[in-house]
């Protein structure tokens, strides 16, 4: 059971380069001002640390926890042909909930507090983010393999997960996961992003991610994958499209003219040699929303968001052979401002009156040490080990790096994953 909400009075943290007092009342934070006093608050001792924005994975896969290290050092197609795909075919709902649970473990202790899923058994995984207190918004990964039939039970299934949806806690919200162009009919995509429209919801899948996918694309419809959407009339404002490594300067026009938000996931971009020059800066300058994501943890191969900011940062800069592109301030932003455009949550800033989602990060630390500039050390020298506290939604979920249940959590976690493998 996580902890129930509370008063929380975060005393003498640096903010903004300042030194303030934070107050929390319910899930809000309800004042920032010097010398708050509050004698009925939880007191949290901010000296030293540095009150952030929650981070915002906006693409993974949580329960492939269970696969970490399991397959490693294959090509995409090969590796979810062969490894992922029939074992996934074999995963219970206890597998998914504790894998789920182990993802919601490991991004509470790197200071993730809302994260963009797409999985399979989508209520194990609301389960989890129930029982650790994150806050999630959740797909279900959707395959037809241009199959009329399966696409008909695919709209079903939809239908049955939306409706259900109302049954979660506000903390969880509901998506479209259809797979990839490769995996799931043109039909099915498009009646899929008439239904996210129809009921103001996102739609998330993977696009343009390998050179393959692109041949693929080219092959079976004569068009690269983003044309290809834009011609079915899949482009939206409700799409978020992850990886779209491989695009040219008409398809980013594409993407920002029809409002389609992007997520870059560096690790298994590179764990898979999918590719690496990927367009940040120009999708940016389109007007395209770029948020970061550490993707499943089988092909990143950890929920690490400081370290795939490190990742997103040094790969812009050296395939482009420029040292001043995408600093530490863009890369922070696209780990939480950017989170929230994408999802339009209200969260991704620490202001009066938004809710409390807020880390402390701990600057009593060798590679945090000088701190001549915060945000450069909490880039490129640091990782989730920096983070102390973690507050969701007002909740305390994790204090001097202590989360409650951790030790039964990660047991119940390795049983599940070996047994699956054994299966």
Same mark, same amino acid.
């Given at each position: 059971m996580i902890l129930q909400r509370n008063m929380i009075l975060i005393k003498s943290v640096e903010l903004n380069g300042l030194t303030t007092d934070i107050l929390i009342a319910g899930n809000r934070i309800t004042r920032i001002a010097p010398q708050i006093e509050q004698p009925d608050a939880t007191l949290i001792d901010g000296r030293r640390k540095v009150a952030l924005p929650g981070f915002m994975n906006m693409h993974t896969h949580s329960a492939m926890t269970l696969f970490r290290g399991f397959g490693d050092d294959m090509p995409l197609m090969p590796w979810l042909e062969q490894k992922i795909w029939p074992n996934e075919a074999k995963l219970t709902y206890d597998d998914v909930y504790w894998g789920a649970r182990l993802a919601c473990l490991e991004m509470i202790r790197s200071g993730t507090t809302t994260f963009f899923d797409m999985y399979h058994k989508l209520d194990a995984t609301a389960h989890a983010v129930e029982d650790t207190g994150l806050r999630a918004i959740l797909s279900e990964a959707c395959f037809d393999h241009f199959n009329p039939e399966t696409a008909a039970k695919s709209k079903r299934n939809i239908t049955e997960r939306f409706k259900a949806a109302s049954a979660y806690s506000e903390r969880i919200g509901f998506a479209l996961g259809p797979h990839a162009i490769y995996t799931v009919s043109g039909e099915l995509l498009r009646w899929s992003i008439d239904f996210a429209t129809d009921h103001g919801v996102?739609?998330?899948?993977? @696009?343009?991610?390998?050179?393959?996918?692109?041949?693929?694309?080219i092959e079976h419809t004569g068009l690269t994958p983003v044309r290809y959407l834009r011609s079915i009339g899949v482009l939206s404002p409700r799409l978020v499209v992850a990886h779209v490594l491989h695009v040219d300067d008409e398809e980013i026009r594409m993407l920002a003219d029809n409002g389609v938000k992007v997520v870059h996931n560096p690790a298994s971009?590179?764990?898979?040699?999918?590719?690496?020059?990927?367009?940040?800066k120009e999708m940016r300058e389109a007007g395209v929303t770029v948020a970061?994501?550490?993707?499943?943890c089988a092909s990143?191969?950890? @929920?690490?968001?400081?370290?795939?900011?490190? @990742?997103?940062?040094?790969?812009?800069?050296?395939?482009?052979?420029?040292?001043?592109?995408?600093g530490g301030e863009e890369m922070l932003r696209a780990a939480t401002v950017a989170g929230a455009e994408l999802t339009g949550?209200?969260?991704?800033?620490?202001?009066?009156?938004?809710?409390?989602?807020?880390?402390?990060?701990?600057?009593?630390?060798p590679e945090l040490t000088p701190n001549h500039n915060f945000v450069s050390n909490l880039?490129?020298?640091?990782?989730g080990s920096c983070v102390d506290t973690v507050i969701c939604d007002?909740?305390?979920?994790?204090?001097?790096?202590k989360v409650e249940n951790e030790d039964e959590t990660m047991e119940h976690a390795a049983e599940a994953a070996y047994n699956l493998i054994r299966r």
């Open positions: 996102l739609m998330q899948m993977h @696009l343009a991610e390998t050179e393959t996918e692109t041949q693929w694309s971009n590179m764990k898979l040699a999918s590719g690496y020059r990927f367009k940040f970061l994501g550490t993707d499943g990143s191969n950890n @929920l690490d968001m400081i370290e795939v900011m490190k @990742l997103a940062s040094l790969l812009g800069k050296v395939w482009r052979g420029d040292t001043e592109a995408l949550l209200d969260v991704g800033v620490i202001a009066e009156g938004r809710p409390a989602d807020i880390i402390l990060i701990d600057l009593r630390r880039v490129f020298s640091a990782n007002g909740r305390l979920l994790m204090q001097g790096r």
